[in-house]
């Protein structure tokens, strides 16, 4: 079949094989034929070793097809039905799980470290233990979610990753009361999508910052009542919030100092919620004074901070009633082989959510 491999970390350029093949099926899994997948800044990242990711892989984790082979043991799903990739499933009995935080579950990295696809040359891991820029895939049975026959391919792909972190971080981690103010620095797929979750949860203000004029252009047709650059942030502090600050700050591109802007740019006794995925070597410093005396909260949010399977289930039906919009989120269309000419536009700032349609 055919994929994208990245050979080696750092390479900026894939390349689109049709000598792969997905390993590993048996009990417990299945065989997913892959019909849309998003491209995510997490797969730039694990591309450049942003995040770590052995090598040689197939990026993509952000994916939506439909089944074709269960293995046995397997309950629940039958070959032709219409899933979505869950790429951080819940194995239900751990720890975290029991506690119901089942988005902290850690079984499903343990399957990061196996081969999930081979090639003549060797061993091909999939990036999270999924790797959806490939025609098939093969992954533990609890990866794959069933979706409604009226949610699109390409629409499920995107829940799978982007929209759910997006609305999560608003929704369920910081928890946007209505009439409040916000500011999200980093307007690309789940900025977008955060924005979009401070909307349905009634904001009164939500400022949009990039750096891209387009994508601020976009911010404010997905719900953003401003957008600036980075350089005009904190004049919208001083005009929004009289110097005081944003009652949330969002910080999604993963990097210390835009999370350190949006920490100074939150008010005392506010919410910064940190949703970009960084670099384990850059460190977020804050002093021990500001830390106790502006008891300001941070809030982490790893994939929209709740219950995955919960979350899926509340995108689509606020996108069903008209909530959100999904389908604009998608500015680009291309096949596997144009993957490259994507991974520049999503670079470049040019695209919110690029889809790969196999």
Not at 39 to 55: E, F, I, K, T, Y
Request: charged share 20%; hydrophobic share 40%; proline share 5%.
């Amino acid at each position: 079949m055919r994929a994208a491999v990245q050979h080696e970390t750092g390479q900026d350029k894939l390349e689109v094989l049709d000598d792969v093949e997905a390993v590993g099926f048996g009990p417990g899994k299945v065989r997913i034929r892959i019909r849309a997948t998003g491209l995510c800044h997490s797969d730039l990242s694990a591309m450049s070793g942003v995040l770590p990711q052995p090598a040689p892989f197939v990026p993509g984790h952000e994916g939506a097809g439909e089944i074709v082979e269960v293995g046995d043991g397997v309950t629940g799903l039958a070959p032709g039905d219409r899933v979505l990739m869950c790429w951080l499933p819940a194995c239900g009995s751990c720890p975290s799980c029991r506690r119901g935080q089942t988005h902290l579950c850690l079984a499903g990295f343990m399957n990061a470290g196996t081969p999930n696809f081979k090639r003549p040359g060797g061993d091909v891991f999939g990036f999270a233990g999924t790797g959806t820029f490939a025609e098939e895939v093969v992954v533990a049975a609890n990866c794959a979610v069933p979706v409604p026959d009226d949610v699109p391919y390409d629409i499920a792909a995107l829940i799978g990753c982007g929209v759910t972190t997006g609305l999560g971080a608003a929704l369920n981690t910081a928890r946007v009361e209505a009439g409040s103010s916000v500011a999200v620095i980093g307007c690309g797929g789940v900025g977008i999508s955060t924005i979009q979750g401070a909307r349905a949860s009634g904001a009164a203000q939500i400022v949009a910052v990039d750096p891209v004029e387009s994508r601020r252009e976009a911010a404010l047709r997905f719900g953003a009542t401003e957008a600036v650059a980075p350089d005009g942030l904190a004049d919208a502090k001083q005009r929004i919030t009289a110097g005081e600050g944003f009652d949330y700050v969002f910080e999604v591109v993963g990097k210390s100092a835009t999370a350190r802007t949006a920490y100074e740019t939150t008010r005392r006794g506010g919410t910064l919620c940190i949703v970009g995925a960084g670099a384990m070597d850059d460190f977020f410093q804050v002093n021990m004074f500001e830390l106790f005396f502006d008891e300001k909260r941070i809030l982490p949010s790893l994939y929209g901070g709740g219950d995955v399977v919960r979350s899926y289930e509340r995108a689509i039906a606020l996108w069903r009633a008209g909530r959100i919009d999904l389908e604009n989120l998608i500015t680009h269309r291309v096949p596997l082989t144009g993957i490259n000419d994507a991974l520049e536009q999503m670079r470049t700032g040019t695209a919110l959510r690029t889809c790969i349609e196999l």
